[in-house]
């Protein structure tokens, strides 16, 4: 029997090029909470049939035999995923060519989640900002990966429940993963 750990490892590495062709490609997470009018966590779910109704995104779901839980959007430039708190959306750009590329597929995309959003009565946060709902097991989403999280962690994985972001990918090879890491 081969060491799990090292069969993981191997697994992820094989998802990093060996060589880029081409400038590196950029991408962009960006997380907004979603609130109701007196400041309390919206629900993300509500916003699906708004976006969706472009008929330019394909849902994905948690368990897709039951088809009971949509946790994304997928778009060809832009795609919209459920977090950890059903009150955060987070909308994923990318891969692109360059900055300006990613500027103006992130401007589109967040102006489409700020117009679903004000369709259901509900204001997307920016940055640093917090609904006024406190972070508990009611605020979690339903999803069976974070609920076996919050069994095996605790409390403290609530603290994901309320979140913000702006996170940047750049394309890397299999090569240059661990000295970046480090």
Not at 20 to 45: C, H, N, Q, S, Y
Request: proline fraction near 6%.
């Amino acid at each position: 029997m081969t060491d799990p750990i090292a069969a993981l490892a191997e697994q992820y590495a094989t998802h990093f090029k060996e060589r880029l062709g081409r400038p590196r490609t950029i991408g962009r997470e960006l997380e907004f909470p979603v609130v109701k009018a007196d400041g309390t966590a919206g629900d993300v779910r509500h916003l699906w049939p708004h976006l969706m109704a472009g008929g330019d995104l394909t849902p994905k779901y948690d368990d897709p035999e039951s088809r009971s839980l949509i946790v994304a959007l997928q778009g060809r430039a832009a795609s919209y995923e459920i977090e950890v708190g059903h009150g955060t959306v987070e909308v994923v750009v990318g891969p692109c060519e360059d900055l300006v590329q990613l500027q103006a597929v992130t401007v589109k995309a967040v102006a489409r989640l700020v117009r679903a959003a004000a369709a259901e009565g509900l204001s997307v946060l920016g940055f640093g900002i917090q609904p006024r709902t406190p972070r508990s097991t009611a605020l979690m989403t339903p999803k069976k990966r974070y609920g076996a999280l919050l069994k095996a962690i605790g409390a403290a994985w609530l603290h994901f429940a309320t979140t913000a972001a702006d996170q940047v990918q750049i394309d890397i090879t299999r090569d240059e993963l661990l000295p970046m890491l480090n």
